[in-house]
């Protein structure tokens, strides 16, 4: 079976796409007016906590207010590690990391040099997508890509690797994440893997979500990989893509899904803590991140959701984050390409601008990846 190529617009699809090729994607990527699932929106009160993030994507809450963030990366700015032709060209380096951002905004870098590829521009990053932390522990999932898409003088060695920090410092592979989908095809459609999150249950067991496999996988602190559960499959042609995975204050595990670039098609899962599938909220567009609150209010970014279309950029970006209450009642505010969610007591917040590098998307250096206090 053939693996797929590394390219920003496979395996995860439109969480991937490059600049060019999602300017160019219809109106149809964004929520649909008049959709019965939609939730009624709300003006974007917000508080910028930090900005000059690159490619910032999973958003975990940690003790004392802190924040701990995968940055994505940039690729690379030296034209001579890119690949590709036209829009799938990409700029592989080592430019993501994953940083702890403070109560004040004071971001403190835990992890480096860390694999990432995108377009010259720097945006629609893929790479160190998810991280975790137990203790002092930190880990990091990298996103999968074969050996011919690697520059010279670049190397793949963390590719679709779960990776944790050492006592030293510095950083070593725990898992081969990407070598387990490879060897046992889980969904049985192909070999194709992206893993895109991780979450920690403790310090023996972490899980990852293969976007591209259509799994979740369970890694021991020995960095064996075995099977947590298998999404749910919608047909040959759609698959559920998880692309989010976080621990309600129930204990139990939450999975949003990316699913396509249709309105309303994706869900939020509720699992056990042995991977049982328990109950699932339907009706969101492109999932890219979830919290729960103490209550049971469910925050679900939504990539492309919202009323706003590509070529309204940069007037108005698509993007939202719904608020479900535990009535079921829904509520929600605009948020420019959201991803990962925290929630710390009353306070919520979400990574915005979550394709943008620090420098800005397009080169607007006010749009470059920040994390926003909402819902005030």
Not at 37 to 57: K, T
Not at 136 to 165: C, H
Not at 249 to 278: F, I, M, N, Q
Request: glycine residues 14%; contains cysteine; hydrophobic residues 35%.
């Amino acid at each position: 079976m053939k693996k797929k190529q590394w390219t920003r617009s496979g395996p995860v699809g439109v969480v991937a796409v490059g600049l060019a090729g999602a300017l160019a994607l219809s109106t149809q990527s964004t929520a649909a007016p008049g959709d019965p699932s939609a939730a009624s929106a709300a003006r974007p009160r917000h508080s910028v906590v930090v900005s000059g993030l690159d490619n910032p994507r999973q958003l975990t809450a940690l003790p004392g207010g802190k924040l701990l963030v995968a940055e994505a990366g940039h690729g690379a700015s030296d034209p001579s590690a890119c690949v590709g032709e036209g829009e799938e060209v990409q700029c592989v380096g080592n430019t993501g990391r994953v940083s702890v951002v403070d109560a004040r905004g004071r971001r403190r870098t835990v992890m480096s040099d860390l694999l990432s590829a995108a377009g010259p521009d720097g945006s629609f990053a893929v790479g160190s997508d998810g991280a975790a932390k137990v203790g002092s522990t930190v880990y990091s999932i990298i996103t999968w890509g074969p050996p011919e898409m690697f520059p010279d003088g670049v190397s793949g060695k963390q590719s679709g690797k779960l990776l944790r920090t050492t006592r030293s410092g510095g950083t070593k592979v725990l898992a081969d994440v990407s070598a387990y989908e490879f060897a046992h095809d889980v969904d049985g459609e192909g070999v194709e893997s992206n893993p895109y999150a991780v979450l920690a249950l403790g310090k023996d067991r972490l899980l990852v979500a293969d976007a591209a496999g259509d799994y979740i996988a369970k890694v021991d602190r020995k960095g064996k990989v075995r099977v947590w559960a298998k999404m749910k499959e919608y047909g040959k042609k759609v698959d559920a893509v998880p692309t989010t995975l976080t621990e309600g204050p129930d204990g139990k595990v939450y999975v949003g899904e990316l699913h396509s670039e249709l309105p309303g098609k994706a869900r939020v899962w509720r699992y056990s803590r042995t991977g049982k599938p328990l109950r699932s909220w339907k009706g969101f567009t492109t999932v890219t991140g979830v919290a729960v609150a103490k209550d049971g209010t469910l925050y679900v970014s939504e990539l492309f959701g919202g009323d706003c279309s590509f070529d309204q950029i940069p007037t108005c970006f698509p993007g939202r984050v719904v608020r479900v209450k535990p009535n079921g009642k829904r509520t929600s505010i605009a948020v420019p390409f959201p991803a990962g969610v925290a929630v710390q007591g009353k306070k919520v917040y979400v990574n915005a601008f979550s394709v943008s590098p620090s420098t800005g998307f397009a080169g607007e250096a006010s749009a470059s990846g920040q994390i926003w206090r909402i819902f005030r």
